[in-house]
């Protein structure tokens, strides 16, 4: 009767901690979010300079969950601007949306006339056999 009851607490205790490990993986889980705008006449850069010089994107990286918020400008595409978003979770994407923020992003936006394509990425961790490739 003991050991049937030590068994089944070892087995709650067990499910508990691989709930509890799997809670922890999915909260520590980033989002990445590619967003490539395009558009005519060096618009997307001035779009992107538009957003650093109102202080936009100084007060999206001071939100909480915000890890990276950076523009890229298209070696190949000169019209094409990357912006990669990386945030703690889905709920501080929520947040973020909900945010006045948007309204202003929104805005300038259909100012400079943009066409958007958006790629969303989980992250993982680096396999090791991917490490010895990968300098520091």
């Known amino acids: 009767m003991i050991t049937r009851i030590l ?3 070892l087995t709650i205790g067990m499910a508990a901690c691989s709930q509890g490990q799997q809670k922890e993986e999915v909260q520590s889980m980033t989002i990445t979010v590619n967003l490539r705008y395009t558009g005519t006449d060096g ?3 001035k779009f992107a300079e538009e957003m650093i010089s109102s202080g936009t994107v100084d007060a999206i ?3 909480e969950g915000n890890l990276r918020y950076e523009y890229y400008q298209s070696l190949d595409d000169p019209e094409t601007i990357l912006l990669i978003d990386s945030w ?3 709920e501080a994407i929520d947040k973020h949306h909900a ?5 202003t ?3 300038l936006r259909e100012k ?3 066409h958007m394509s958006v790629e969303r990425y989980k992250s993982v961790e680096t396999p090791e056999a991917e490490s ?3 300098r520091k």
């Open 7 to 9: 068994a089944g607490l």
């Open 43 to 45: 618009n997307a850069r």
């Open 61 to 63: 990286r001071v939100e």
């Open 105 to 107: 992003i929104v805005r």
């Open 112 to 114: 400079y006339d943009l």
């Open 99 to 103: 945010t006045p923020m948007m309204d």
């Open 88 to 90: 703690a979770n889905q």
């Open 132 to 134: 010895q490739f990968i």
